[in-house]
């Protein structure tokens, strides 16, 4: 509750009615550190042993207690996928998700935690600037699929309405197509049917339909 931002005289208050004793502000700190030090150390495990395949790379905002307030702090995300199907949080820091360079030093640091770059086969991320150009640069052997629902996102911005539904089933029908072959035609009957009323949405799924179409 410290964490989320629940101040010290109220957590006293709290405990006193949950657990029938006040917590004091230097048993908060206490905890507090031990916690730091055992999440710190889970960041920086090894993950040599661990085979991943996949690697879903993304950036999210956490609320974060800093100093005596609680900030809004931007976070780097990459979730693993192993040779056997089982998902690891691998990398948590704090950076700037629209910085190139940030990335780069990100991915660095799980290679040098151990991370086999050779055997990661797929990155999935959603077209954040320079990103996908970093992760082609640190991970060679690995192909990039855009994230479905970023792309959607991208192009129902540029669609109004009375339109959103309308090409939002289109668009439903080229991601769930049943091969890569039938979403091809259906992409092509997108842009033939809104490429004069909404050229804008057309050009914002062809820039991502190639990384979106690569296949497992």
Known sequence: MF????STRSLAMISQRLVGRKISPTEISKVNQELNQAVEEWRQRDLSGETIKYLFVDGVNFEMRIGGSVELVPVLVVIGVTDKGIKLVIGLPAGDQESASTWREFFRDLKARGLNHAQVTLGVMDGLPGLEKVFKDE?????????????????????????????????????????QKKAQEFCEQFKSRWEAELPSAVACLERSWQPVATKL
């Open 3 to 6: 964490r989320a931002g629940i």
């Open 139 to 179: 991970f060679p052997h690995a192909r990039i699929q855009r994230g479905q629902v970023h792309v959607a996102r991208n192009v129902l911005a540029k669609v109004p309405q009375k339109l959103k539904k309308a090409v939002a089933d289109d668009l439903r029908s080229i991601f769930y197509a049943s091969s």
